[in-house]
């Protein structure tokens, strides 16, 4: 069930989008049920990773890292390097409009 707590998550939200887009409220005189389904999705998984993630930071465990900007790659001239400020994850990340650097 942890296996596919994120995939049943984002369906409920994927399905509650789409109920909102359809306007199913009118088909079947359900009211705020695709409401439901998004906060459903959203809950799951919140918990799953709250319950999965190591970080001691609770904004850091559910994906809202800090990220401040580190430095440039050497191997890649306009690959951008940024870590949060928070928990240390590093991530690298590639600059669309191409040069610029060091």
Same mark, same amino acid.
């Given at each position: 069930? &942890? &296996?596919?707590?994120?995939?049943? *998550?984002?369906?409920?939200?994927?399905?509650? /989008?789409?109920?909102?887009?359809?306007? =199913?409220?009118?088909?079947?005189?359900? +009211?705020?049920?695709? +409401?439901?389904? @998004?906060?459903? %999705? /959203?809950?799951?998984?919140? =918990?799953? +990773?709250?319950? =999965?993630?190591? #970080?001691?930071?609770?904004?850091?465990? @559910?994906?809202?890292?800090?990220? #401040?900007?580190? *430095?440039?790659?050497?191997?890649?001239?306009?690959?951008? @390097?940024?870590?949060?400020?928070?928990?240390?994850? #590093?991530?690298?990340? @590639?600059?669309?409009?191409? *040069? %610029?650097?060091?």
């Amino acid at each position: 069930m &942890k &296996k596919n707590a994120p995939f049943i *998550g984002y369906s409920l939200i994927f399905l509650g /989008v789409a109920f909102i887009v359809v306007d =199913t409220s009118a088909l079947f005189h359900m +009211y705020y049920f695709h +409401y439901v389904f @998004i906060i459903v %999705g /959203v809950v799951i998984l919140l =918990t799953y +990773y709250l319950t =999965t993630r190591k #970080e001691k930071s609770l904004l850091c465990r @559910i994906g809202f890292h800090k990220f #401040e900007h580190v *430095g440039w790659d050497d191997d890649v001239p306009f690959r951008l @390097i940024y870590r949060c400020q928070r928990c240390g994850y #590093e991530k690298k990340v @590639i600059r669309s409009s191409g *040069g %610029g650097g060091p």
